[in-house]
């Protein structure tokens, strides 16, 4: 397997490259096994926020670094579910198209929970923006609780997403075109 080297929050890592259709490929960051990167990366990407009340992620890979952050900061976290969950009350939910996933998702928030951010300062994290989708999916889950957004935080920006102003992230990360 074709692999793409990267240094990561000062650490060098080879991260697989991954067919996502006929024309394009991407570098997949898998965070669930990397303990040494998940804190490395949480530690910088927390000296580049600015100051908030609470984390939210939506649930995949990321759930590891907005566990981490919330650790580090002694700030709590919440996660978008994607999916309804029994124990969900009066649930809100968003739709969104992830550029890994193959169809259309919702992301899924207990309303108790989102009442946990009303008129607070909301960190958004995710592992890799790319197209934005993902993350201005969990942006209006959380505006529907009254959240200010502190910012939008990943550890790697995707193809044009490096160029944006909006976010915060540690490194850019190409696409491959086959």
Not at 155 to 164: I, K, P, Q, T, Y
Request: hydrophobic share 45%; with cysteine; aromatic share 6%.
């Amino acid at each position: 397997m074709e692999k793409y080297k990267i240094t990561i929050a000062g650490l060098n890592r080879e991260l697989p490259i991954c067919k996502i259709n006929d024309n394009l490929s991407i570098a997949a960051l898998i965070m669930f096994n990397d303990v040494e990167l998940t804190v490395a990366a949480s530690g910088e990407l927390l000296k580049k926020c600015p100051d908030f009340d609470i984390i939210l992620t939506p649930e995949a890979k990321s759930i590891p670094l907005a566990y981490e952050m919330a650790r580090q900061s002694g700030k709590p976290y919440l996660v978008a579910r994607k999916g309804k969950k029994l124990y969900m009350h009066d649930p809100f939910s968003v739709s969104v198209k992830s550029i890994t996933t193959d169809s259309k998702q919702q992301l899924w928030l207990d309303s108790n929970e989102g009442e946990l951010m009303r008129g607070k300062k909301v960190l958004i994290v995710d592992d890799v923006i790319s197209t934005g989708n993902s993350l201005n999916a969990v942006i209006e889950l959380a505006k529907q609780f009254g959240a200010e957004i502190a910012a939008s935080a990943c550890v790697l920006a995707e193809g044009d997403a490096a160029n944006r102003t909006d976010i915060i992230f540690l490194e850019p990360l190409p696409l491959f075109e086959n």
